[in-house]
């Protein structure tokens, strides 16, 4: 009798304790599971996709953090790169929310295919030229890119920065003949950080965000390319109400003073 008692004496505690921890026998889930599994009402994670120029790539991360703390539950995903590579991808099918161009060219290659209305132009961005630290071969103008013996890196001339290059060279009559031609203003900088070439002509926000990786040299016929940088929700955003919410917050005085920062200049 005494041992069947002592069972009982360590099942029972058990027993109660366990059907707290089950709703009290009521068929309710406990208050600790319903809280850190159901799903909220209206909740659920959200995404916005931003297809961006190459070149907004350090402004529009912390942009993308802002907004990110600013709507909790939602993620800002970007995909960077050559504008009118971005573009074509556009107008192929790829789903995004926002375009944001180097250039209304290759802006214009998606609102041509209804697929963007009302660009804006939020900033404007010119060239240097983009040398190694200890500037090897001595450049000092835009004339010093036209000896053989300077390895030059240009963007390809389908992207806005190459575009901008050819425009600018064009000004001052001089012909280049580069080493390379890279796809986006990033690549091309690269070279002259790995020390592959010795100079090139990128954005000024890029030797900016080089953090003195190189040099940039100001050149006037520059101020004969500056580039337009327009801004678009997409006709087809699969998340309208957020694409927006960013654009607006690109345009807002806070967008603002994160771009001209980085070296962009108001439109």
């Known amino acids: 009798m005494f041992r069947r008692l002592s069972r009982w004496a360590?099942?029972?505690?058990?027993?109660?304790?366990?059907?707290?921890?089950?709703?009290?026998?009521?068929?309710?889930?406990?208050?600790?599971?319903?809280?850190?599994?159901?799903?909220?009402?209206?909740?659920?994670?959200?995404?916005?996709?931003?297809?961006?120029?190459?070149?907004?790539?350090?402004?529009?991360?912390?942009?993308?953090?802002?907004?990110?703390?600013?709507?909790?539950?939602?993620?800002?995903?970007?995909?960077?790169?050559?504008?009118?590579?971005?573009?074509?991808?556009?107008?192929?099918?790829?789903?995004?929310?926002?375009?944001?161009?180097?250039?209304?060219?290759?802006?214009?290659?998606?609102?041509?295919?209804?697929?963007?209305?009302?660009?804006?132009?939020?900033?404007?961005?010119?060239?240097?030229?983009?040398?190694?630290?200890?500037?090897?071969?001595?450049?000092d103008e835009l004339k010093d890119l036209t000896d053989a013996k300077v390895k030059v890196a240009l963007c390809a001339e389908q992207v806005p920065c190459g575009a901008a290059a050819v425009k600018a060279l064009d000004a001052a009559g001089l012909k280049v003949t580069p080493v390379t031609l890279e796809q986006d203003v990033k690549a091309t900088l690269t070279?002259?950080?790995?020390?592959?070439?010795?100079?090139?002509?990128?954005?000024?926000?890029?030797?900016?965000?080089?953090?003195?990786?190189?040099?940039?040299?100001?050149f006037p016929e520059a101020d004969q390319a500056i580039n337009d940088y327009p801004i678009a929700t997409l006709a087809k955003a699969p998340a309208g109400d957020l694409a927006g919410q960013f654009v607006d917050l690109v345009l807002s005085q806070q967008g603002k003073d994160v771009l001209t920062k980085a070296g962009f200049e108001a439109p």
Request: glycine fraction near 10%; proline fraction near 6%.
């Open 10 to 139: 360590i099942v029972l505690p058990v027993a109660l304790a366990l059907a707290g921890l089950c709703g009290c026998g009521s068929g309710e889930p406990a208050a600790t599971s319903a809280s850190s599994s159901a799903p909220v009402a209206g909740g659920g994670a959200k995404e916005v996709t931003v297809f961006a120029a190459a070149s907004l790539t350090g402004t529009f991360t912390e942009l993308g953090k802002t907004f990110e703390a600013a709507h909790p539950g939602t993620t800002v995903r970007f995909n960077f790169g050559s504008s009118a590579t971005l573009a074509q991808q556009i107008v192929q099918g790829a789903p995004a929310d926002v375009f944001a161009a180097a250039s209304p060219a290759t802006m214009k290659t998606v609102t041509d295919a209804s697929l963007a209305a009302s660009p804006v132009t939020f900033v404007r961005n010119k060239l240097q030229i983009a040398v190694p630290k200890d500037n090897p071969a001595k450049v």
């Open 191 to 218: 070279k002259v950080e790995l020390g592959e070439v010795d100079a090139a002509l990128v954005y000024r926000t890029d030797v900016i965000a080089s953090a003195g990786k190189v040099t940039g040299i100001e």
